[in-house]
C-alpha cells in the first residue's frame, strides 16, 4: 500500500513566519506535487518535482518554493506567510507517465493569523 | 487552453436515484481522464480512470471526445457516495494533473 505522509495535520502560524511543510512517501515515486485545496477553487497545483533536486512551478507558485534533496522526501516552504495563504495542502506522490495514479497524503490544514 | 469544468458545485439525490456528475473538459491533443474522490474526512484518491475502462464502486464514465466530455454515472446513488468529486485531466507532455474544482455529492437517505 502507498504511503503518504505530511508532517502536521493542523498548523497555525502568524504572518511573516516561514513555514516548511514535509510530505514522505514510501514507494520509491519520481514524481511529487504539491496543490492547495480550496473551496470552490478546487486543487490548484503550486510545485512539481520530477527527480531529485528538480522542480517545476505548477499554476500558483508565488510566495512558495520547494526542496527535494531526497526521493522519498518533497518539502513546501513559505518564506513569509501571509493570511491568503490559509489553505489545505495536499502532497501527492506518483511514478513517471501521464496516465498513473496521483497517491495523496491526509493534507495539513495552515491557518495564517 | 487546458481546462476542466464541473459545472455543479452541489449535486443532491435520494438514495436509489441515478446520479450523473457532469465533467467537460478543453486539451489539444488526446488527454488521459480521471475521476478521484474525498470522502468525509479521508484523503483524496483514485476513483476511476478512462484508460482503465473500470467500473468502480458501481460508478462508470465515458469519455465523448465529440462533446469533450467525461462524466460519471451511477445507476443507483447509495448513501455511502456522499463525498466530493474531482475530474481531471494529464496529457503525454506531462505528468501534471489539471483538476476541476469538484462537486459535492449529497445521497439523503
Known amino acids: 500500500d502507498v504511503k503518504v505522509t505530511q508532517s502536521s495535520r493542523y498548523l497555525v502560524k502568524r504572518t511573516g513566519e516561514k513555514v516548511f511543510l514535509e510530505c514522505v512517501q514510501d514507494?520509491?515515486?519520481?514524481?511529487m506535487f504539491w496543490y492547495r485545496q480550496d473551496p470552490g477553487l478546487g486543487l490548484r497545483l503550486i510545485y512539481f518535482?520530477?527527480?531529485?533536486?528538480?522542480?517545476e512551478k505548477g499554476d500558483i507558485p508565488e510566495g512558495y518554493s520547494v526542496s527535494r534533496e531526497k526521493k522519498e522526501r518533497f518539502s513546501l516552504i513559505l518564506e513569509s506567510a501571509s493570511t491568503n495563504q490559509t489553505s489545505m495542502y495536499l502532497c501527492?506522490?506518483?511514478?513517471?507517465?501521464?496516465?498513473?495514479?496521483?497517491?495523496f497524503g491526509p493534507g495539513t490544514r495552515l491557518t495564517v493569523l | 487552453a487546458q481546462r476542466v469544468t464541473q459545472p455543479e458545485k452541489l449535486l443532491s439525490v435520494f438514495k436509489g436515484a441515478p446520479v450523473e456528475l457532469k465533467c467537460n473538459y478543453s486539451?489539444?491533443?488526446?488527454?488521459?481522464l480521471f475521476w478521484y474522490v474525498q470522502y468525509s474526512r479521508q484523503r483524496l484518491q483514485l476513483l476511476l480512470r478512462?484508460?482503465s475502462r473500470e467500473s468502480i464502486k458501481g460508478f462508470t464514465a465515458d469519455l465523448n471526445k465529440g462533446e469533450t466530455s467525461f462524466h460519471l454515472k451511477k445507476p443507483f446513488a447509495q448513501e455511502e457516495d456522499s463525498a466530493m468529486y474531482y475530474c481531471?485531466?494529464?496529457?503525454?507532455?506531462?505528468?501534471?494533473?489539471?483538476f476541476g474544482t469538484g462537486t459535492r455529492l449529497q445521497v439523503f437517505p
Open positions: 478512462h484508460i
Open positions: 514507494m520509491d515515486h519520481e514524481n
Open positions: 501527492a506522490s506518483s511514478t513517471r507517465g501521464f496516465t498513473d495514479t496521483q497517491y
Open positions: 518535482s520530477y527527480d531529485v533536486k528538480m522542480k
Open positions: 486539451y489539444s491533443g488526446s488527454p488521459e
Open positions: 481531471a485531466l494529464s496529457g503525454k507532455n506531462t505528468d501534471k494533473l489539471i
